[in-house]
């Protein structure tokens, strides 16, 4: 809390005038009474130095900088946050994960879009850029493109930062369900690997039997 004129405790206090001139450390009485002379008020802005602090203004109006200085120094860091594709998503999937990066977007971070290829699906990669297409077709209301969709390795990524707040219109909602997982792609593979896996092993079952 900040201590103002009779409320201060230190019975010495290092005093700074209005335009910031250094008034020497006096008795807090008389830098009081000096301050009121002036129509003003001390004001304890450094109360654990030795002697505290204090500043000859206007109360109210230092008050009101002092708070739009806290509220510029609070504006949230802008992140990389990042949203997870396959080519084969499934539509209720894919409106979940625009619902989530709308959120992001509604919080004022990045977002990385990826599409991951599989296998096969390395030889049809245009149908990944129809997807990235969409996606910046349905964000178009909430972000601007920072880069394209282009290969990185096996992914396809896009960049994308929101639209100022007063422009940005949400079209998706998570109410219908939970985001799968961000790091699905590793479990998906490995269910394929199993699955290829059993068919081999059926396979050989079946040739065996034949001999």
Same mark, same amino acid.
């Given at each position: 809390?900040? !201590?103002?004129?009779?409320?201060? !405790?230190?019975?010495?206090?290092?005093?700074?005038?209005?335009?910031?001139?250094?008034?020497?450390?006096?008795?807090?009485?008389? &830098?009081?009474?000096?301050?009121?002379?002036?129509?003003?008020?001390?004001?304890?802005?450094?109360?654990? &130095?030795?002697?505290?602090?204090? !500043?000859?203004?206007?109360?109210?109006?230092?008050?009101?900088?002092?708070?739009?200085?806290?509220?510029?120094?609070?504006?949230?860091?802008?992140?990389?946050?990042?949203?997870?594709?396959?080519?084969?998503?499934?539509?209720?999937?894919?409106?979940?994960?625009?619902?989530?990066?709308?959120?992001?977007?509604?919080?004022?971070?990045?977002?990385?879009?990826?599409?991951?290829?599989?296998? !096969?699906?390395?030889?049809?990669?245009?149908?990944?850029?129809?997807?990235m297409d969409r996606i910046k077709e349905d964000l178009k209301t909430m972000a601007h493109v920072d880069q394209d969709a282009k290969l990185v390795g096996r992914n396809l990524v896009m960049i994308l930062s929101p639209l100022p707040a007063g422009q940005r219109q949400r079209k998706f909602k998570l109410s219908h369900g939970d985001l799968i997982e961000e $790091? $699905?792609?590793?479990?998906?593979?490995?269910?394929?690997?199993?699955?290829?896996?059993?068919?081999?092993?059926?396979?050989?079952?079946?040739?065996?039997?034949?001999?």
């Open positions: 809390m900040t !201590r103002v004129n009779e409320r201060i !405790r230190a019975p010495r206090v290092r005093v700074v005038s209005k335009s910031g001139e250094q008034l020497g450390v006096m008795e807090t009485r008389e &830098a009081v009474r000096k301050a009121k002379a002036l129509g003003l008020d001390l004001v304890e802005v450094a109360s654990k &130095a030795d002697p505290p602090v204090c !500043r000859v203004v206007e109360y109210g109006k230092w008050k009101y900088e002092q708070s739009k200085l806290k509220k510029n120094k609070v504006k949230p860091s802008t992140k990389m946050k990042e949203v997870k594709f396959r080519v084969r998503t499934e539509e209720h999937d894919y409106n979940i994960k625009l619902g989530r990066a709308e959120t992001f977007l509604d919080e004022g971070h990045k977002v990385r879009m990826q599409l991951q290829f599989r296998g !096969r699906e390395n030889a049809h990669r245009e149908i990944g850029f129809e997807v $790091d $699905d792609f590793g479990e998906d593979e490995g269910m394929e690997e199993d699955e290829e896996h059993a068919a081999v092993e059926v396979g050989g079952e079946g040739e065996k039997k034949e001999g």
